[in-house]
């Protein structure tokens, strides 16, 4: 049996389809928003189509695909035109425009919100600092604007400010402790309290929320395990955790309740799981980080549609939609409703259409059909956001065929 037959196997019982839908969702969307940013960021919003060929990776576009084809997918957010020279161009639509002015104002909306939390990781963390080369990650899923590192850090120096250490690594560090911030979400949620001015953050015992996929049987058999852990105590995430023991029970709900905490903060409530990894030693979680999402997924729940894997806060879905939807959110069904077209086919604008096509190799197809084909395909291949985050995987992935078939044998 191959290992790839193994996880299918393995997922069956505890795939929830509608959360598979999101990721789906989500993957396609990613690659127009990274267009769309690359777009946003160039003087007249315009650029050679030739110039977006380095960012094949980064939209899962590997050749011999075009990215004109890519392009012409999504008309009422892209347009194509060529020069005198026959040089292709691709800028954004009247609409898009819009939309991209609609998303600057919700982000300047948002932004002391997005502030309190990543106050409140910085809170979380062991040294009471971060790398901004971590925080980026972050970006999208806290609303963060596009000079998150150049000026939105400088924003708020009573609450953070940049320091270098001494290989000149940045790093966003505290300035204060601010004691109404060290209460969880689920702290107001559960118990319906706010931060005090004298709030010491310490154990708590308050149950997760828990959904499980409805074909899924054995929760009956392991519910006496299932409530023996929802009752016990834990450390809360903004408490001092360096003396908890790795591998004890405490330390693992503790974890649990660091990635909960962490899931809230995001705008969709789900995260690429790399992200989380990056930050096992400043919030002070284990190693087999993987392990103890799959383990409880009835809190968590791990996609591992594509090469990179996403993680669901479960009780933010009902199906496939988020409960509570931020602006940002909203924004993000606007433009996916705007992506893929299959209305008439619009000609190519071009200041001389007797001009020879100088790029006509990227253009050729077997018909004109071919090449104007506007049909959604279907990829493999979950995206980043940024540019900058389309290293390699730090999850192995034969660590999770391996945390899968743990977990079902706990």
Not at 15 to 39: D, G, P, V
Not at 54 to 67: A, G, V
Not at 373 to 393: I, K
């Amino acid at each position: 049996m191959t290992t790839s037959k193994r996880v299918q196997d393995r997922s069956q019982n505890k795939r929830i389809h509608n959360l598979e839908i999101a990721t789906e969702k989500w993957k396609n969307l990613s690659k127009t928003l990274f267009i769309m940013e690359i777009l946003k960021q160039e003087p007249e919003q315009i650029i050679p189509i030739r110039s977006l060929d380095q960012y094949r990776r980064q939209i899962s576009l590997p050749k011999p695909h075009k990215i004109s084809d890519f392009i012409r997918k999504s008309p009422k957010l892209f347009e194509l035109y060529k020069d005198h020279r026959s040089t292709v161009w691709c800028g954004l639509t009247r609409k898009a425009e819009d939309l991209v002015k609609e998303e600057e104002r919700i982000i300047e909306q948002n932004s002391e919100k997005a502030a309190e939390y990543v106050t409140r990781m910085l809170m979380m963390s062991m040294d009471k600092r971060l790398a901004l080369d971590k925080i980026v990650h972050f970006r999208r899923d806290l609303g963060l604007p596009i000079d998150f590192r150049a000026n939105w850090v400088h924003k708020y120096p009573e609450k953070f400010n940049v320091v270098k250490d001494v290989d000149d690594s940045e790093y966003l560090e505290l300035v204060k402790w601010e004691p109404c911030l060290a209460v969880t979400e689920l702290e107001k949620t559960v118990m319906g309290v706010s931060g005090s001015a004298d709030h010491v953050p310490g154990l708590l015992s308050l149950p997760f929320p828990l959904k499980f996929p409805a074909n899924y049987k054995k929760v009956y058999r392991y519910s006496g395990a299932i409530d023996h852990f929802q009752k016990r105590a834990y450390l809360s995430p903004y408490a001092d955790a360096r003396e908890l023991k790795a591998g004890s029970k405490e330390f693992d709900k503790r974890a649990v309740a660091v990635m909960h905490e962490m899931l809230s903060f995001m705008s969709e409530k789900r995260l690429v799981t790399d992200h989380l990894t990056h930050f096992r030693r400043e919030f002070v979680m284990p190693q087999k980080l993987m392990r103890l999402l799959l383990k409880h997924f009835g809190i968590f729940y791990v996609s591992e549609r594509g090469k990179r894997f996403s993680v669901f806060l479960t009780e933010a879905y009902e199906g496939s939609e988020l409960i509570d939807k931020c602006p940002l959110v909203v924004w993000r069904e606007k433009v996916q409703s705007l992506v893929g077209y299959r209305g008439k086919k619009k000609r190519m604008e071009t200041v001389d259409d007797n001009s020879d096509m100088e790029e006509k190799g990227l253009f050729e197809c077997d018909s004109e059909d071919d090449c104007l084909s506007t049909e959604p395909q279907q990829e493999e291949t979950l995206t980043a956001f940024d540019a900058s985050l389309s290293g390699n995987s730090d999850m192995e992935i034969g660590e999770v065929f391996s945390a899968y078939s743990n977990s079902e044998t706990s």
